[in-house]
């Protein structure tokens, strides 16, 4: 058997699905809502028997390796790796190599960048920026830790990397280089980022000076994504599991300082807000998110943006003050006592609240009233009752406000926001919902003779459809809208078929629940009577 089969043997999909999405139990299947797209109405369907998730919504379908790797943004290699620890099989082959020719491997690159880097920093002829680091209170052991290094040269990594066995065009392409003559990141203190599992996936480089640009970071690619990636969360994640809570700065030298001052349970976004996939890795571990971001413009943007994605998540929020506008580093620096500072942390509307005033001139009534609605405009969002309350008392506590005016208040735009969408969606609600479920019923079942392929798959109709059917197999053979259903008559299935027709399966399943035997052949004899049509008229 081979590896991938031997790990979805023994691990269970619903499993894997139950740590990202909360599911319901549906007759022998599970529903959700599916994680990697919005929606309103459960379509996301799990199937412990057949071992397999499939979103009739989207249309895409995942086994337990696949389902990992897309929402973990992770490779085959390190989904296989988990699951395999989990599955307690022993990985007794050199996977990466099985996989891909050295020079291929993006992974491997950047670990090998990442080291050279890491090396170039204690080169005697680059004290100067060990010294920028060490000037920065930066200890060694954090240097180390976090592997920080320097590019020293324009060319050198590339002349390396080229003799341990990658092409020049694939170092080219992988990020690192501008040109065959330019290090993106010469003259710069790099800061490698990594994921989950601890393995490189793009860098950071900081100048020496004051020139601009301040921060390079490497481009985008098919392992790096900045809005899913946090910054030191492959060291911080067992210190957050253990304290069910984190703390979010913002760039690397936050991080950094709150890691070296022993606050271990903290993680670094890249300048922006903290996205959904950011708090999707995070609700694996964390219950309370202290949001501690600059306190500068972008700063208090990013945290009100934060905000707004942290809502009904089952998370709770708190926002740091630092005195006297400082940012994490210059606060620990300082000698601050990070950790006290939760004690005076805010709630999500105390932290509206305090950022109105700024804003309004609660001193009037107008000012006052401006405020509460803008506090109403983020509690109406919410869907926990509790929350809600909570959140009212406040206002009516800081701003001397009846709870019966905030909640008529309350209803009123509540009440407004839901007529809206009433009207808005009126023709989505009726019209575009059947174009959806025509659109997600080709997505799943691109053709009446895949279908039909399902049909015979699950109910075992094979003598029905060859005592039906006026043609030959030869006959289906001429169309690419047909190979799948040649291909099962034939007994030539491939894996990819298998898992076209799991899916096609698991939707019969669900379209039939309380269909008897009878109406099931119907409908495949009036499916095949459909193929006819199209074979003549072909």
């Given at each position: 058997?081979a590896?991938?089969?031997?790990?979805?043997?023994r691990?269970?999909i619903l499993d894997?699905?139950?740590?990202?999405v909360?599911t319901?139990?549906?007759?022998?299947n599970?529903?959700?809502?599916?994680p990697f797209h919005?929606e309103?109405?459960p379509?996301f369907?799990?199937?412990?028997?057949?071992n397999?998730?499939h979103?009739?919504?989207?249309g895409?379908g995942w086994g337990?390796?696949?389902?990992?790797?897309?929402i973990?943004?992770i490779?085959f290699?390190e989904?296989i790796?988990?699951?395999a620890?989990?599955?307690?099989?022993?990985?007794k082959t050199?996977?990466?190599v099985e996989?891909?020719?050295k020079w291929k491997d993006?992974?491997?690159?950047y670990?090998?960048?990442?080291?050279?880097y890491h090396?170039?920093l204690f080169?005697?002829?680059n004290?100067?920026?060990?010294?920028?680091?060490?000037?920065?209170?930066?200890?060694?052991?954090t240097?180390?830790?976090f592997?920080?290094?320097?590019?020293?040269s324009?060319r050198d990594?590339l002349?390396?990397?080229k003799n341990?066995?990658?092409?020049t065009?694939?170092?080219?392409d992988?990020?690192?280089?501008v040109?065959?003559t330019?290090?993106k990141?010469f003259?710069?203190?790099?800061?490698?980022?990594a994921?989950?599992m601890?393995?490189t996936?793009?860098f950071?480089g900081?100048?020496?000076?004051d020139?601009?640009p301040k921060?390079?970071n490497?481009p985008?690619s098919h392992?790096?994504?900045k809005?899913s990636?946090l910054y030191?969360?492959?060291?911080a994640k067992?210190?957050v599991?253990?304290?069910?809570?984190?703390?979010?700065?913002?760039?690397?030298m936050?991080t950094i300082a709150l890691?070296q001052a022993?606050?271990?349970?903290a993680?670094?976004?890249s300048?922006?807000a903290?996205?959904?996939?950011?708090?999707?890795s995070?609700?694996?571990?964390?219950r309370?998110?202290?949001?501690?971001l600059d306190?500068?413009?972008?700063?208090i943007?990013?945290?009100?943006?934060s905000?707004?994605?942290?809502l009904n998540e089952d998370i709770?929020?708190?926002?740091?003050?630092?005195p006297?506008?400082?940012?994490p580093d210059?606060?620990?620096?300082?000698g601050?006592d990070f950790?006290?500072l939760?004690e005076?942390?805010l709630?999500?509307i105390?932290f509206?609240?305090?950022?109105?005033?700024?804003e309004?001139?609660?001193?009037t009534?107008?000012?006052k009233?401006?405020l509460?609605?803008?506090?109403l405009e983020?509690?109406v969002r919410?869907?926990s009752?509790?929350?809600?309350?909570f959140y009212?008392q406040?206002i009516?506590?800081?701003?001397?406000v009846?709870?019966?005016?905030?909640?008529?208040?309350?209803?009123?735009?509540?009440s407004?926001?839901?007529?809206?969408?009433?009207?808005?969606?009126k023709?989505?609600t009726?019209?575009e919902w059947e174009k959806?479920?025509?659109?997600s019923?080709k997505?799943?079942?691109?053709?009446l003779?895949?279908?039909?392929a399902?049909?015979?798959y699950?109910y075992q109709f094979?003598?029905?459809f060859?005592?039906n059917?006026?043609?030959t197999v030869?006959?289906?053979?001429?169309?690419t809208d047909t190979?799948?259903?040649?291909?099962?008559?034939?007994s030539t299935l491939?894996?990819d078929?298998i898992?076209?027709?799991?899916?096609i399966?698991?939707?019969?399943e669900s379209d039939?629940?309380?269909?008897n035997p009878?109406?099931?052949e119907r409908a495949?004899?009036?499916?095949l009577r459909?193929?006819?049509?199209f074979?003549?008229s072909s």
């Amino acid at each position: 058997m081979a590896l991938a089969q031997d790990i979805e043997s023994r691990i269970q999909i619903l499993d894997i699905v139950n740590r990202y999405v909360s599911t319901k139990k549906a007759w022998v299947n599970y529903k959700g809502l599916c994680p990697f797209h919005s929606e309103k109405s459960p379509s996301f369907v799990i199937s412990p028997t057949k071992n397999i998730a499939h979103c009739f919504s989207c249309g895409k379908g995942w086994g337990p390796i696949n389902f990992l790797m897309e929402i973990e943004k992770i490779d085959f290699r390190e989904a296989i790796t988990i699951l395999a620890k989990e599955a307690w099989i022993e990985m007794k082959t050199q996977f990466s190599v099985e996989q891909s020719e050295k020079w291929k491997d993006l992974y491997k690159l950047y670990k090998e960048a990442t080291e050279w880097y890491h090396q170039a920093l204690f080169l005697p002829e680059n004290s100067i920026a060990l010294s920028y680091l060490t000037d920065r209170k930066i200890s060694i052991d954090t240097i180390k830790r976090f592997q920080l290094g320097y590019s020293s040269s324009p060319r050198d990594l590339l002349f390396y990397l080229k003799n341990t066995g990658f092409e020049t065009s694939f170092i080219i392409d992988s990020g690192l280089f501008v040109s065959e003559t330019r290090d993106k990141f010469f003259g710069r203190i790099t800061f490698p980022i990594a994921n989950t599992m601890g393995h490189t996936v793009a860098f950071t480089g900081r100048v020496l000076t004051d020139a601009l640009p301040k921060y390079l970071n490497s481009p985008a690619s098919h392992i790096f994504d900045k809005s899913s990636i946090l910054y030191g969360l492959h060291l911080a994640k067992q210190a957050v599991s253990k304290l069910w809570e984190v703390f979010i700065v913002e760039w690397q030298m936050d991080t950094i300082a709150l890691h070296q001052a022993s606050i271990d349970n903290a993680v670094g976004i890249s300048g922006t807000a903290l996205t959904k996939d950011h708090i999707r890795s995070l609700k694996r571990f964390a219950r309370t998110i202290y949001l501690a971001l600059d306190s500068d413009n972008a700063g208090i943007k990013a945290t009100f943006s934060s905000i707004e994605n942290l809502l009904n998540e089952d998370i709770e929020i708190r926002i740091i003050q630092i005195p006297n506008g400082k940012d994490p580093d210059e606060y620990i620096k300082s000698g601050g006592d990070f950790l006290s500072l939760r004690e005076t942390s805010l709630s999500v509307i105390e932290f509206y609240l305090r950022e109105g005033w700024r804003e309004y001139d609660i001193n009037t009534l107008i000012g006052k009233k401006k405020l509460i609605e803008k506090c109403l405009e983020i509690i109406v969002r919410l869907g926990s009752q509790l929350e809600v309350d909570f959140y009212l008392q406040e206002i009516s506590r800081q701003l001397i406000v009846g709870m019966d005016a905030l909640y008529s208040e309350y209803r009123k735009i509540k009440s407004d926001i839901q007529r809206k969408k009433t009207v808005e969606n009126k023709f989505e609600t009726q019209k575009e919902w059947e174009k959806d479920v025509e659109s997600s019923w080709k997505k799943y079942a691109p053709s009446l003779a895949d279908m039909i392929a399902g049909y015979i798959y699950r109910y075992q109709f094979l003598d029905l459809f060859s005592a039906n059917f006026l043609y030959t197999v030869d006959d289906l053979t001429n169309g690419t809208d047909t190979a799948l259903l040649s291909r099962t008559l034939l007994s030539t299935l491939e894996s990819d078929d298998i898992e076209m027709l799991r899916i096609i399966d698991l939707h019969l399943e669900s379209d039939h629940i309380n269909a008897n035997p009878e109406l099931i052949e119907r409908a495949f004899r009036d499916l095949l009577r459909w193929l006819h049509s199209f074979l003549f008229s072909s």
